[in-house]
């Protein structure tokens, strides 16, 4: 018994966190109660042509909860989408349509669908529940002057994921994600995505994201703007009902 403990700990000493206990100290990261943004998402495809999305965001419980109402361009204004994550069941996606006045439940069949003609997914827009991937640790490697984490992330069989693994890059200082490649079924790459992040009161949170599919030839840049966090978002205000009531701010 006491060689096996020795031999753990020389592990650990010699080789460091495992690729789980680094996803479970990212999991465990201090986030706002809540927050609120104005969002920009440019979307542009392979002959150069852009097209621009203006939102509103309101989420708490670190995103698990999450409404966005679209205000530009003119024919997505009122478009609104409400997310719901859960521990134990499928999370709850809804998006409301105002020109064919109907609520469109997102199943999870289709979280491998495009969110808005994006590049991000519904399931790119959904945490990672440690529990239903497995990770591994890789070689640490320098990105942009930041020294970072290497984590090979497989998801479970059970999730029925649209893909078959991810590769993300960790800031080892802040534990935030600097890049990530996801790749298809196929195991063939699929998009890479890049993020930048701020410092408010004693958090990182998310100021832009890039994406791009690399199949497709197809990019997605969002930006927040008008940061709040910790503001007293009420929990109530996470309702289908809502998803039809643009906020005044």
């Known amino acids: 018994m ?17 690729g789980l206990e680094i996803a479970k100290m990212i999991d465990e990261k201090k986030s706002p109660v809540d927050m609120f943004n104005k969002t920009e998402m440019i979307l542009k495809n392979k002959k150069g042509k852009t097209r621009t999305n203006a939102m509103i965001s309101k989420s708490i419980d670190g995103n698990k909860k999450q409404l966005i ?12 989408f409400l997310k719901i994550e859960h521990d134990t069941k499928d999370d709850e996606m809804r998006m409301w349509l ?57 998801p479970n069989k059970s999730l029925k994921s649209s893909y078959s693994k991810h590769m993300s890059w960790i800031e080892k200082s ?38 791009e599919d690399v199949q497709k030839q197809h990019s997605t840049e969002v930006i927040f703007s008008e940061i709040k966090v910790d503001s007293g978002i009420n929990n109530k205000i996470f309702q289908e009902k809502n998803l039809k009531r643009l906020p005044r701010d």
């Open 174 to 211: 802040t534990l935030n994600a600097v890049k990530e490649e996801s790749f298809d079924k196929r195991g063939k790459l699929k998009k890479k995505k890049e993020f930048s992040f701020m410092q408010m009161k004693e958090y990182y949170v998310m100021k832009r994201i890039f994406v």
């Open 2 to 18: 006491k060689k096996i403990i020795y031999s753990t700990l020389l592990f650990t000493f010699l080789f460091g966190q495992t």
């Open 98 to 154: 105002p020109a064919f006045k109907k609520v469109r439940r997102i199943s999870s069949k289709k979280k491998g669908d495009s969110f808005m003609g994006s590049d991000l997914s519904y399931e790119d827009l959904s945490s990672r529940n440690l529990d239903e991937n497995e990770y591994l640790r890789l070689a640490d490697k320098t990105i942009d002057g930041k020294e970072c984490f290497v984590i090979q992330i497989t």
């Open 69 to 80: 109402w679209f205000l530009e361009p003119k024919d997505d204004k009122g478009v609104a």
